[in-house]
């Protein structure tokens, strides 16, 4: 499984971005969004289960963030509003067999896309 990641760049607080990540090859896999911010540890973000039943987030994004799936595309979403400079980070999505919330369960990554949110 190959995953691309994309939908990254600048935005002003309050503003909002959709992230993407396409996935080739098998596509039955639980789908997360990671983050990793400049000099810190990478965190959970968001999470979405193969048929999108169950959706696990942070508690830093509830009510901001919105995970989805287009399984005909093989594409999960990330939508972000309301941003805060402390959103800011290269994302990652990642493939795995269930929508966890640590990274260990994920088998397969993408490259990450940055995500800058200017105050």
């Known amino acids: 499984v190959q995953l691309q990641a994309s939908g990254g760049g600048l935005v002003q607080a309050g503003g909002s971005l959709r992230l993407s990540c396409a996935a080739s090859g098998r596509s039955t896999y639980a789908m997360g969004w990671f983050r990793q911010a400049p000099g810190k540890e990478r965190e959970f973000v968001a999470a979405i289960s193969w048929r999108g039943g169950s959706t696990p987030y942070a508690d830093s994004v509830k009510g901001r963030f919105t995970i989805s799936r287009d399984n005909a595309k093989n594409t999960v979403y990330l939508q972000m509003n309301s941003l805060k400079p402390e959103d800011t980070a290269v994302y990652y999505c990642?493939?795995?067999?269930?929508?966890?919330?640590?990274?260990?369960?994920?088998?397969?990554w993408g490259q990450g896309t940055l995500v800058t949110v200017s105050s």
């Open positions: 990642a493939a795995g067999v269930l929508a966890a919330v640590t990274s260990t369960p994920y088998d397969y």
